[in-house]
């Protein structure tokens, strides 16, 4: 390591332990990097503005926000959750299973699982430990495991992220990750019917036929929102970002038209809290630009290629590595920094090895929503124990075994490339 690479983390881990946001730790140790090298330190304005305003893709992540923002606060979120109810709530542990169907519905608005878990995952929560039906472990738990679903369906902001990073089709990384995602969501629903048995967990009433088409009638129009969206991008009509723009004008309509719930008022609350989560990922990207550049000059993307590719791996042991890895990361990193930071070192290897971009995306997205959940510090667990309370403790002793059925999905994608490719290439994003 050179003395500029030595400052570079030097600087960025004693920013990160003392407390700092990751993107000024990021920021500062750029500062000190171009510093100790005798570079002009202008470099890291040119970095982070050629990064941040040399996508227009980048302008679908805050669009993406504010319609999740709308649909929070618009109260639709209670519509999907009826919807959820009358579809699985009569199933073992009902409730449980529809904080995953509800979830999964939701993540077509959101693309984050932090707005899954505070969104739906939360009102979940709240319902289940009401009279002490669940216990309140176990209704964190399964709201944590189920915003992890958000990502994995389109919208995801974490796909768009990748595409921009490994310039992949976005449209081709939406219709990867519905595969995985229903996989997911299935096995999410075995566990929690299993446990559920044995734990003499309530079910609710189920719903006649006769009261269905009423019930899917008042949740149709916020249903129809991740439908609107793949049409558009994938019948070329509109780019993702222009398609995300539609999503926020349609949220709107709901909001303030059809369903007449949100006010003037709260609608400044949603766009105060769209900028203040916009701003919050932007430092994250400038640091991450500028990080990025001083770790590009310094060599470290080749050293690591010429590295993996000395020890021969073949394309499925690199990926077990790479399973591994973000695993460990996303347990102390978020999402954004990882894609940002540590991804753009991985892929020329990936690319290297033949594997195919969106597959290999579909596995990295994967494993960072897994490490969200494990404890010590999966970022969800933390987020869940804050919005409702609960203990660490008691959510712990209730994720285990989601986190196997999660993990059996991950490894299941990570052997059998098809499972994320069959839709893209079924549907000509991606060349057979």
């Keep these: 390591m050179s003395d500029g690479l030595w400052v570079l983390m030097g600087v960025f881990t004693a920013a990160a332990v003392l407390g700092a946001p990751l993107g000024l730790s990021m920021l500062a140790a750029g500062f ?199 049409g558009l991008i994938y019948s070329g009509v509109t780019t993702p970002t222009e398609a995300a723009a539609i999503a926020a004008s349609y949220a709107l309509i709901l909001a303030f038209v059809v369903y007449r719930t949100l006010k003037p008022a709260q609608l400044l609350v949603v766009m105060g809290d769209t900028v203040k989560a916009t701003a919050m990922i932007a430092l994250i990207m400038a640091g991450a630009f500028v990080f990025n550049y001083a770790v590009a000059n310094e060599g470290v993307p080749k050293l690591i290629q010429s590295t993996l590719l000395a020890w021969n791996l073949s394309a499925t042991q690199f990926l077990l590595i790479v399973d591994l890895l973000m695993l460990l990361l996303a347990i102390v990193l978020d999402e954004v920094t990882i894609l940002l ?5 991985i892929v020329p290897v990936a690319q290297g090895l033949g594997i195919d971009l969106v597959h290999f995306g579909i596995v990295v997205v994967l494993n960072m929503m897994v490490g969200l959940t494990l404890p010590p510090h999966g970022l969800l667990l933390f987020v869940m124990a804050g919005l409702t309370g609960t203990p660490l403790s008691e959510i712990f002793r209730e994720v285990p075994p989601f986190i196997v059925a999660m993990l059996a999905i991950v490894l299941a994608v990570t052997f059998f490339p098809e499972i994320a490719l069959w839709l893209p290439r079924t549907t000509g994003l991606i060349k057979s």
């Excluded at 930071?341 to 070192?345: E, G, N, R, S």
């Design 32 to 230: 000190a990097y171009m510093i100790s090298t005798h570079q002009d330190v202008g470099l890291v304005v040119d970095q982070t503005m050629n990064g941040l305003y040399s996508s227009y893709l980048l302008i679908a992540v805050p669009l993406f926000i504010f319609v999740a923002n709308v649909m929070n606060a618009s109260g639709v979120i209670e519509r999907l959750l009826r919807f959820g109810s009358a579809m699985v709530g009569h199933l073992p542990g009902g409730l449980a299973q529809v904080n995953v169907v509800s979830n999964l519905i939701f993540s077509g608005m959101s693309g984050s699982a932090v707005a899954d878990a505070s969104g739906p995952g939360l009102i979940v929560a709240r319902m289940m430990t009401k009279n002490g039906r669940y216990p309140r472990g176990f209704a964190a738990a399964t709201s944590v495991v189920s915003a992890t679903l958000g990502p994995l369906m389109p919208t995801s902001i974490p796909m768009i992220f990748y595409a921009l990073i490994a310039n992949a089709s976005v449209g081709a990384m939406f219709l990867g990750g519905l595969v995985p995602a229903g996989m997911m969501a299935l096995a999410l629903m075995g566990v929690i019917a299993v446990i559920s048995r044995r734990r003499n967990f309530p079910r609710e009433e189920k719903v006649s036929w006769g009261a269905m088409p009423a019930v899917f009638g008042r949740a149709l129009a916020p249903l129809a929102l991740p439908g609107i969206l793949l």
């Design 341 to 345: 930071v540590i991804v753009p070192l």
